[in-house]
């Protein structure tokens, strides 16, 4: 069992930046990992991956706007949030895969950002 817990969601203004953290309560080098976000009414969507290779890829929504990362010293990962819209308004989930395909989530962060 892997427990997640995601921290640094808040209120920011247009244009602002946040940056989310997803501590694991254990070893987590080895899996993939992601966030994922859940705005109000509309299905969760993948927003960015990292493979355990440190290979990241991107929802064509944020790219060039967010960077994913991670720390496996510290069983961390991380989500530089840049430049950020109204529409980035959402709860977001950490997310990791084992190589054994079991998923782990945790409760989730709420970004709001106001215009």
């Known amino acids: 069992q892997v427990q997640l817990v995601e921290s640094g969601g808040g209120l920011v203004q247009a244009g602002g930046s946040l940056r989310l953290s997803c501590s694991a309560s254990?070893?987590?080098?080895?899996?993939?990992s992601g966030w994922y976000r859940q705005a109000p009414g509309k299905q969760r969507e993948l927003v960015a991956s990292i493979t355990s290779g440190g290979s990241a890829a991107y929802a064509d929504s944020v790219k060039e706007r967010f960077t994913i990362s991670r720390d496996n010293a510290k069983n961390t990962v991380y989500l530089q949030m840049n430049s950020l819209k109204p529409e980035d308004t959402a709860v977001y989930y950490c997310?990791?895969?084992?190589?054994?395909?079991?998923?782990?989530w945790g409760k989730g962060t709420l970004v709001t950002v106001s215009s």
């Open positions: 254990g070893s987590i080098f080895q899996y993939q």
């Open positions: 997310h990791i895969k084992t190589k054994y395909g079991v998923d782990y």
